[in-house]
């Protein structure tokens, strides 16, 4: 059967399917692998609003449903807005205003701003290196939001609907947990290793012309009259005749 053969290769070359997983993690272990940076994390969160228009004693707004839904979609657009950057330049504006001292380029803002939303809830989160400069950017950004002091919101205030972002949760700082590189490096180097020991093993032995039983006579069509058995149980320890 194919499979006993194939097992039986694993384990007569065994030391090679393990032992390369080995040099591999005790090279991982030794090594002093660099420590990244601390990283931090601020996030807050906005509900966004429209104005609605001014009633009509003789149009039906259907009790403000379409400004709410608008809402809605304009949280979507909110989204992609934070991370553009018009709110980069802005938020670093407001930051230098507040004592900053801003020696890194608007696209670091651009970059490390996400966003994501429910119904009409806004979350913002702001990722950072220094906790000190975070605080700050973080409170600019809610101010530059809360404010609307973008052209993008200056579209509404001219067309009579502002769009409303109010704060629900002030800027709250944590830090950045291990990023999901750093914990599934190690386990795929070893699946790596692992798969090439076992590829490694299958080549030694497809180049090895030792007999390693009486299966291997009797495929090349040679009588078997004995044998002699092993001199222990490990895949090294039994005597191999050519």
């Known amino acids: 059967m194919e499979i006993r053969k194939y097992i039986a290769i694993l384990w007569r070359r065994g030391w090679l399917v393990v032992g390369l997983p080995a040099l591999v993690l005790a090279f991982g272990l030794l090594r002093p692998s660099p420590q990244p940076a601390p990283g931090y994390v601020a996030n807050m969160r906005f509900s966004?609003?429209?104005?609605?228009?001014?009633?009509?004693?003789?149009?039906?707004?259907?009790?403000?449903?379409?400004?709410?839904?608008?809402?809605?979609?304009?949280?979507?657009?909110?989204?992609?807005?934070?991370?553009?950057?018009?709110?980069?330049?802005?938020?670093?504006?407001?930051a230098a205003r507040a004592g900053l001292k801003v020696d890194f380029p608007p696209e670091a803002i651009q970059g490390s701003a996400g966003a994501g939303k429910l119904?009409?809830?806004?979350?913002?989160?702001?990722?950072?290196?220094?906790?000190?400069?975070?605080?700050?950017?973080?409170?600019?950004?809610?101010?530059?939001?809360?404010?609307?002091?973008?052209?993008?919101?200056?579209?509404?205030?001219?067309?009579?609907?502002?769009?409303?972002?109010?704060?629900?949760?002030?800027?709250?700082?944590?830090?950045?947990?291990?990023?999901?590189?750093?914990?599934?490096?190690?386990p795929l180097r070893l699946i790596l290793a692992l798969l090439a020991g076992v590829a490694l093993a299958f080549f030694v032995e497809y180049l090895d012309d030792s007999v390693h039983g009486p299966e291997d006579l009797e495929a090349q069509g040679l009588p078997v009259f004995g044998a002699i058995p092993r001199a222990g149980v490990l895949p090294w320890s039994d005597r191999k005749l050519r």
Do not use: C
């Open 119 to 186: 119904h009409r809830i806004l979350t913002v989160s702001l990722s950072w290196g220094n906790r000190e400069q975070l605080d700050v950017l973080a409170k600019a950004l809610a101010t530059v939001l809360s404010q609307g002091q973008t052209a993008y919101f200056d579209q509404f205030r001219k067309a009579g609907t502002p769009l409303e972002l109010h704060l629900i949760d002030p800027p709250s700082i944590s830090q950045a947990g291990v990023s999901l590189r750093s914990r599934m490096e190690t």
């Open 48 to 94: 966004v609003g429209v104005t609605p228009e001014s009633p009509s004693p003789s149009v039906y707004t259907y009790d403000r449903y379409y400004s709410w839904l608008t809402a809605e979609y304009l949280a979507d657009d909110l989204t992609q807005v934070v991370r553009s950057r018009e709110i980069a330049d802005a938020v670093t504006a407001e």
